[in-house]
């Protein structure tokens, strides 16, 4: 009769186990499951905010391309290349310093531009035979 007693002491109490380890994994899931929420939540706002900067970047980067175009309008021996277009290989932590180079660039252009045009001016003066501008 003990090892009844036993035995069925035992049983309850693997029972009791079974029940406290059942409420102990439906709780981690819960939690894991408000974790993973959360994370989704994190990543979806990550993924708009990504979108929205890129939106920003190829409105600025096409802004600076037809200005760089006007400039060049009057260049008729100059062949502009293809409108730009995201690059795959480009670091996204490194966008603001992509765009800042742009800025200098087309400055150059527009310094190179005025440059030629200064000379065109001097040499057409010249075949007129007027006193070219200084």
Not at 28 to 42: D, G, N, P, Y
Not at 111 to 116: G, I, M, Y
Request: aromatic residues 6%; proline residues 5%; charged residues 30%.
């Amino acid at each position: 009769m003990t090892d009844d007693a036993t035995a069925a002491m035992r049983y309850k109490e693997i029972i009791a186990l079974s029940r406290g380890s059942a409420e102990n994994l439906r709780a981690w899931e819960l939690a894991r499951a408000e974790a993973l929420t959360t994370e989704i939540e994190e990543a979806e706002a990550a993924i708009e905010a990504a979108t929205e900067r890129e939106t920003r970047a190829a409105e600025r980067a096409t802004r600076w391309w037809k200005m760089a175009l006007h400039n060049i309008q009057g260049l008729t021996w100059l062949t502009p290349g293809d409108d730009p277009r995201p690059v795959p290989t480009a670091r996204a932590a490194y966008l603001e310093r992509y765009l800042e180079e742009v800025k200098p660039s087309y400055q150059e252009l527009v310094q190179a531009v005025l440059a030629l045009g200064w000379r065109a001016k001097r040499a057409a003066a010249k075949q007129r035979g007027e006193q070219p501008p200084v």
